[in-house]
């Protein structure tokens, strides 16, 4: 079964690009879904989320840097956590997730450890959650690295910090008791205002500069770990054919202002006209109306009987990329749920 999901207008690009005596193209951007890289139980329609990564800081720190580098896993863990839910309540997928504020820190012993079943169940009951999905263990290794560069009279020297983000990850199912996944992440960083070990350790222990590098490393890892486990949107830029007529350039502007039934009332019409070129145009359009609808099925067979009439590179490409979108609807409706 198909899923039928509608994909909403979010910019309007005028763009247009004359190809030929009298074609001109005009550009829409609009969102489609895109599947998960795993497929969590159908049952599982909330999450809870929890940052369980951090240990216990052992008595004084011993210095000024020691602090910061605590500092700085700790605010990179938070935004981290508050990111993938933010983007997780964005998806389709789930009903809700929940964050928890609270920062649950460990023991050397336990720190690699999944968390007791009892103590899943107990959260996932008192948040109304399905499933907890935990931030297990985070830690950052920095180097200096040295690159050099050819600027056509001489190589040039330069240093840049590179930030090794490790983070583990453990998704529990509490009904069936079961850990649906468990997946360490790895995610690399650079920062060219950063030439020095020195630099680095000044740079940790000032509170803007932890929040940057903080900041710059949870939108980094966030947008990979939340869409690995939901599916999620994701702009496209799809052109269409304006062509120079009267009833075209009408039915353009119903497009860009996000009137698609109006835009193929139009365009339908002119799908039988006796010029071929004119008969595939509409017939392309008539496809990115389908695809806005959800329905690519009927989107491919406008772009076959598109390129029965008249057969350009920019039809032929959308063809596939209509076809790979028809490929991944399996996965989807795993992911959904859908049978």
């Given at each position: 079964m198909l899923m039928r999901i509608n994909y909403s207008l979010v910019l309007i690009v005028i763009v247009s690009t004359i190809i030929?005596?009298?074609?001109?193209?005009?550009?829409?951007e609009i969102e489609v879904i895109?599947?998960?890289k795993i497929v969590i139980p159908a049952q599982?329609?909330?999450?809870?989320?929890?940052?369980?990564?951090?240990?216990?800081?052992?008595?004084?720190?011993?210095?000024e840097i020691q602090k910061g580098l605590f500092k700085l896993d700790t605010t990179s863990t938070q935004l981290l956590v508050a990111q993938v839910n933010n983007i997780l309540?964005?998806?389709?997928?789930?009903?809700?997730?929940?964050l928890m504020n609270d920062i649950y820190f460990r023991n050397s012993?336990?720190?690699?450890?999944?968390?007791?079943?009892?103590?899943v169940q107990s959260i996932c009951k008192s948040h109304k959650a399905d499933a907890l999905l935990s931030l297990e263990a985070f830690g950052i290794v920095d180097t200096i690295?040295?690159?050099s560069y050819y600027d056509g009279f001489g190589y040039t020297l330069y240093k840049s910090l590179e930030l090794n983000v490790n983070s583990m990850w453990r998704i529990y199912q509490a009904s069936e008791r079961k850990i649906v996944e468990k997946r360490i992440h790895r995610d690399t960083?650079?920062?060219?205002?950063?030439?020095?070990?020195?630099?680095?350790?000044?740079a940790i222990k000032q509170q803007r500069a932890i929040n940057y590098l903080a900041n710059e490393i949870a939108l980094s890892g966030a947008v990979k770990i939340a869409d690995r486990i939901a599916p999620y949107w994701q702009p496209v830029m799809r052109d269409f054919y304006i062509y120079e007529s009267e009833e075209m350039r009408a039915a353009a502007k119903f497009a860009y202002s996000d009137d698609w039934k109006k835009a193929a009332l139009i365009w339908k019409g002119i799908t039988k006209n006796k010029n071929a070129r004119l008969a595939a145009a509409a017939c392309?359009?008539?496809?990115?109306?389908?695809?806005?609808?959800?329905?690519l099925d009927l989107s491919q067979k406008w772009l076959e009987e598109s390129i029965k009439n008249y057969s350009t590179y920019i039809t032929v490409q959308y063809l596939k990329d209509i076809k790979y979108r028809i490929s991944e609807t399996d996965k989807l409706n795993k992911q959904f749920g859908v049978e």
């Amino acid at each position: 079964m198909l899923m039928r999901i509608n994909y909403s207008l979010v910019l309007i690009v005028i763009v247009s690009t004359i190809i030929s005596g009298c074609y001109t193209l005009g550009t829409v951007e609009i969102e489609v879904i895109k599947p998960a890289k795993i497929v969590i139980p159908a049952q599982v329609s909330s999450l809870v989320i929890v940052n369980n990564s951090l240990l216990y800081p052992i008595g004084e720190f011993k210095n000024e840097i020691q602090k910061g580098l605590f500092k700085l896993d700790t605010t990179s863990t938070q935004l981290l956590v508050a990111q993938v839910n933010n983007i997780l309540n964005e998806s389709p997928r789930f009903d809700t997730c929940i964050l928890m504020n609270d920062i649950y820190f460990r023991n050397s012993g336990n720190l690699l450890q999944p968390i007791d079943w009892d103590y899943v169940q107990s959260i996932c009951k008192s948040h109304k959650a399905d499933a907890l999905l935990s931030l297990e263990a985070f830690g950052i290794v920095d180097t200096i690295q040295k690159y050099s560069y050819y600027d056509g009279f001489g190589y040039t020297l330069y240093k840049s910090l590179e930030l090794n983000v490790n983070s583990m990850w453990r998704i529990y199912q509490a009904s069936e008791r079961k850990i649906v996944e468990k997946r360490i992440h790895r995610d690399t960083l650079f920062f060219d205002q950063i030439s020095s070990k020195n630099g680095y350790q000044n740079a940790i222990k000032q509170q803007r500069a932890i929040n940057y590098l903080a900041n710059e490393i949870a939108l980094s890892g966030a947008v990979k770990i939340a869409d690995r486990i939901a599916p999620y949107w994701q702009p496209v830029m799809r052109d269409f054919y304006i062509y120079e007529s009267e009833e075209m350039r009408a039915a353009a502007k119903f497009a860009y202002s996000d009137d698609w039934k109006k835009a193929a009332l139009i365009w339908k019409g002119i799908t039988k006209n006796k010029n071929a070129r004119l008969a595939a145009a509409a017939c392309h359009n008539m496809a990115l109306v389908c695809e806005v609808e959800g329905r690519l099925d009927l989107s491919q067979k406008w772009l076959e009987e598109s390129i029965k009439n008249y057969s350009t590179y920019i039809t032929v490409q959308y063809l596939k990329d209509i076809k790979y979108r028809i490929s991944e609807t399996d996965k989807l409706n795993k992911q959904f749920g859908v049978e």
